[in-house]
């Protein structure tokens, strides 16, 4: 127990240091740039020991599930040997985290205001709430592929850099056809892909299975999911946009 | 009481999100690997730590840090705060100054880059030191933001500040260690997410709101391709710049020790 209470104190001060710098800036500006005290100071207080208690529990749950889990799973789906589900586990990961994620549901109904703005689809309720799904099914799609690739870039040690910029091409020759609304939403989707609880998990995953094959190294071959996680939602969903405005 | 109440629908609400993913996982061990996952009781306890942080962290985010930070971007933008002309480039320095260092500041608190910074530090054997990690990618969203704060104010296109963004990482890529490569590409994917997109998108909107011309729609996107992108550069610099330390460090001891012979060359 007392062992517990030592381990938690250290995260607690490890979650005071990474939360300081915000602290600061926020202090800074209020008193010295704006000069004003800002309302509501005992809400502040609480939620910034929230914030602190928050991070601390999650650091934790992390190294005692997150991690272990993703590890464990990539080693048993190595040892079973089956490319097949390995690949089916992957692609469904990928796609399940992305298709609940509230950013991104956020940010596709900021789209569809754009889309139904600038006359590509009707200006109605049903065309854009038809055009929020068809874009988080896009994006959810997007990332199923991404990982999708990944597992199979470190099963055969594929080149990554190769990989990435031929997808970097691709951004660019897409942009240069894609209708112009669509373009700021495609760049600002690879960002909001990969959450909190995912990265942690996909970063398992990639490292675990890279360390239970032969050849592999964790370190080159391990990373890299979340890059093609957050390059291929650019290139779908420009391609989303210039099919729909096309059709 | 009304707190309280808010405070377990964040929970409840984070627990649905992670939800699907556990019964995901759980099925798929159940059913296709068909072996029980090691310490099981410890997993689930190491779930609902996630769960409560992850809800605490949100709440605590919403009490103090986001009502503060979109205040502060709406008053830093209004035209009474600038130094000049509304719309001019250099009116807006404490705008830039905001953007650089709410940028490093909320990098610093992302849960989601210490994960990766752990594990980096974990398959490195400790070459790789967290903070480093850390402060490399924080520095890298803070010029993004602040640039893309520069893009919104001058209204130039997006598509120019990222291909030449990407023409920088593909020439980094051919130089840089190759060990760093694939780390540095997905530090770009992890720094925007819970703490930095809330934060950055208000001083987005903010900024396309005040000045003529601009639409916050099509304006105030772009800062979060702005923050996915930096850090890669940032973290390549980071590995090169170390890599030509360590390099110049390996030649003066060599030297050094020029006199003793059979030494094995240092690479």
Do not use: C
């Not at chain 1, 809400?43 to 602190?52: A, N, Q």
């Not at chain 2, 068909?34 to 009490?63: D, N, Q, Y």
């Not at chain 2, 010029?143 to 023409?167: C, K, S």
């Amino acid at each position: 127990m007392k062992q517990n209470l030592t381990a938690f104190w250290a995260h607690t001060k490890g979650s005071m240091r990474d939360l300081a710098p915000i602290v600061i800036v926020i202090l800074f500006f209020e008193f010295v740039v704006l000069q004003q005290i800002p309302d509501g100071l005992l809400g502040i207080g609480i939620g910034v020991v929230l914030v602190v208690l928050g991070l601390t529990f999650f650091i934790y749950g992390l190294e005692l599930a997150l991690f272990p889990i993703g590890d464990a799973l990539a080693v048993a789906l190595a040892k079973k040997g089956s490319v097949f589900w390995l690949l089916t586990f992957s692609f469904l990961l990928g796609f399940g985290t992305t298709i609940a994620e509230p950013a991104l549901t956020a940010i596709a109904n900021e789209a569809s205001e754009i889309a139904a703005g600038a006359g590509a689809i009707p200006d109605t309720e049903q065309a854009m709430s038809n055009y929020v799904l068809g874009l988080r099914v896009t994006v959810a799609l997007s990332v199923g592929t991404a990982l999708v690739l990944g597992v199979l870039r470190i099963i055969f040690g594929w080149s990554l850099p190769l990989m990435i910029i031929s997808g970097y091409v691709l951004v660019v020759g897409m942009t240069a056809i894609a209708p112009t609304d669509i373009v700021g939403v495609a760049y600002d989707s690879g960002g909001v892909t990969t959450s909190t609880v995912t990265v942690p998990l996909v970063t398992a995953l990639g490292v675990g299975l890279a360390s239970s094959l032969r050849d592999r190294n964790p370190m080159t071959d391990g990373f890299g999911l979340i890059a093609l996680a957050s390059l291929t939602p650019m290139i779908f969903v420009m391609a989303y946009g210039g099919i729909i405005q096309w059709l | 009481m009304a707190m309280i109440l808010y405070a377990l629908k964040t929970i409840l609400s984070t627990a649905m999100d992670v939800l699907p993913i556990i019964i995901f996982i759980f099925g798929f061990q159940a059913l296709v690997l068909r072996k029980p996952l090691p310490h099981f009781s410890r997993l689930l306890a190491g779930l609902a730590f996630v769960i409560i942080g992850l809800g605490l962290f949100l709440i605590g985010l919403e009490m103090a840090l986001f009502p503060l930070g979109r205040e502060m971007a709406a008053q830093l933008t209004s035209p009474e705060a600038l130094t000049g002309g509304v719309g001019d480039w250099h009116s807006y320095l404490w705008v830039y100054f905001f953007a650089l260092a709410i940028g490093f500041a909320t990098t610093i608190a992302e849960p989601a880059l210490l994960a990766v910074s752990m594990k980096a530090h974990d398959v490195s054997g400790g070459a790789i030191s967290v903070w480093g990690l850390r402060v490399a990618v924080a520095i890298g969203v803070a010029v993004g933001v602040a640039l893309g704060t520069y893009r919104i104010i001058t209204g130039l296109p997006l598509q120019y500040f990222i291909m030449v963004g990407y023409a920088v990482v593909v020439v980094q890529t051919i130089r840089a260690p190759k060990l760093i490569i694939p780390l540095a590409y997905d530090s770009g994917g992890v720094t925007t997410s819970t703490v930095t997109v809330p934060l950055i998108t208000a001083l987005g909107l903010g900024l396309a709101e005040t000045i003529p011309g601009r639409s916050p729609l099509l304006d105030g996107f772009g800062l979060v391709a702005f923050a996915s992108l930096f850090p890669i550069i940032a973290v390549l610099a980071y590995a090169q710049l170390s890599a030509s330390i360590e390099k110049q460090d390996a030649k003066r001891r060599k030297e050094k020790d020029r006199s003793e012979s059979g030494l094995v060359e240092e690479s």
